[in-house]
């Protein structure tokens, strides 16, 4: 009988993100426990901690953090590194407080959308100046009790605001308009409300209602989830190898929506246990792999893991709502259709970049895959490297950007340890 591989999975930093930043406006300490130690987590806690807010390292997974309703930004530039989070939510910050806002990054990070959020920083009263390799927000801010922002460029843009104006004291409407990532929205409003902010959230057509109080948070010890998307490449790897795997303390209820990935793999032709303690992924023997179609609108940051799971399915793949792939850590949609065909699979994208047909032939040829220092590339294409061990992954470094050791922890899966 085999024996289940239990991969040593991070907290998730989409939720520790969160958290980190209403303890930072709660009054009083804060102990949030399960932070991953990665790049993006990092680029959050040192933004925040040099605010009005102080944060400090405890123990392998924790941070302490002593907050204040009160956000003072430094004169100096916040580096958010490569965390398109990270910016997002301190800018939005920037409607509590009168002083400049100043933020950089990576080149790529400079790129990524931003001008929903811009457009309701605006009607805040804010400012906005991008200058080469800084973003500058100045302006007093001015909160109205109804708002409006697209958001069909990134969630991002709700979440960040949602948090801000729950610490404004004032109390408004926030409409999102046409929102993408509605799973990320939603669970911004559940850690809103474990740190006591007052928040109601309707769907209403194609937008999403919000009524926030302004009331602001109150401090509390915070436990993160385990990570779904880092638990769902091993989840994948057991659908591509059959070595089961165990994904210790996963809830079934969990406010993640990447969840809908275990989902889709059991479509695909794994088998996926729910249990008490966690969940198990496993394939069972002579069951093949089958393409199917995946809806990324839940789960875009699934995309290049579902995609490495059907280069070694039978038959096609269709994912669909890729369009928003251009804009991530790299241009992903480009990326996963170069790097595919260096293995020999075949892609046909739509004309509106919105729908990705996947066409293995039956084999992976050894290749050099270009991971365009993007993390989530780095760990899907790393999982074929256990169907064709000529792969090589370049630069999988930039998988610290979420996961320092998931390549140790593939290592020790192929292997069996």
């Not at 998730?12 to 426990?33: E, F, K, M, N, Y």
């Not at 080149?107 to 309701?120: F, H, K, V």
């Not at 993408?180 to 911004?188: D, E």
């Not at 050099?368 to 220092?373: L, P, R």
Request: glycine fraction near 8%.
């Amino acid at each position: 009988m085999t024996t289940d591989f239990i991969p040593r999975v991070p907290g998730s930093r989409s939720i520790a993100a969160r958290a980190l930043v209403c303890a930072a406006l709660a009054d009083g300490t804060s102990a949030v426990s399960r932070v991953p130690r990665n790049d993006d987590a990092r680029a959050m806690a040192g933004g925040l901690d040099q605010t009005a807010a102080t944060l400090r390292e405890e123990g392998s997974d924790a941070y302490l953090v002593t907050g204040s309703p009160r956000f003072a930004p430094p004169q100096t530039p916040l580096d958010c590194n490569a965390s398109g989070t990270t910016m997002r939510f301190l800018a939005a910050l920037s409607v509590l407080t009168d002083a400049p806002v100043l933020l950089t990054g990576t080149d790529r990070l400079l790129e990524r959308p931003m001008e929903g959020l811009y457009r309701a920083l605006r009607r805040l009263g804010k400012e906005i100046e991008d200058r080469p390799g800084l973003r500058r927000i100045t302006g007093a801010p001015t909160i109205p009790g109804s708002l409006s922002i697209d958001a069909s460029d990134s969630g991002q843009f709700v979440s960040g605001l949602l948090m801000a104006l729950a610490a404004s004291g004032h109390g408004v409407e926030l409409r999102a308009l046409r929102p993408v990532s509605r799973p990320f929205i939603a669970m911004t409003a559940t850690v809103m409300r474990a740190f006591g902010a007052e928040i109601e959230m309707r769907e209403d057509g194609e937008d999403l209602v919000f009524v926030i109080a302004g009331s602001g948070y109150r401090h509390r010890d915070y436990a993160v989830e385990p990570d779904i998307m880092s638990a769902n490449y091993f989840a994948a790897a057991a659908a591509i190898t059959g070595r089961p795997v165990f994904i210790p303390d996963v809830l079934r209820n969990t406010m993640q929506g990447d969840a809908v990935m275990l989902e889709t793999l059991e479509e695909m032709g794994a088998t996926v246990d729910w249990r008490d303690g966690g969940v198990r992924v496993s394939r069972a023997a002579g069951a093949a792999l089958r393409g199917r179609t995946a809806d990324l609108a839940p789960m875009p940051d699934m995309c290049l893991t579902i995609g490495a799971v059907a280069a070694v399915a039978e038959g096609d793949t269709t994912l669909t709502s890729t369009r928003i792939l251009r804009h991530k850590e790299s241009d992903r949609l480009s990326a996963m259709i170069t790097e595919l065909g260096k293995l020999g699979i075949s892609t046909v994208v739509t004309a509106d970049d919105d729908t990705l047909v996947i066409r293995p032939n039956g084999r992976l040829e050894p290749a050099a895959i270009d991971t365009f220092e993007d993390h989530r590339m780095a760990m899907a294409f790393g999982l074929l490297t256990l169907v064709e061990p000529r792969i090589v992954i370049n630069d999988p470094e930039c998988s610290a950007k979420t996961w320092p050791g998931f390549f140790a922890e593939l290592e020790r899966y192929r292997t069996g340890a």
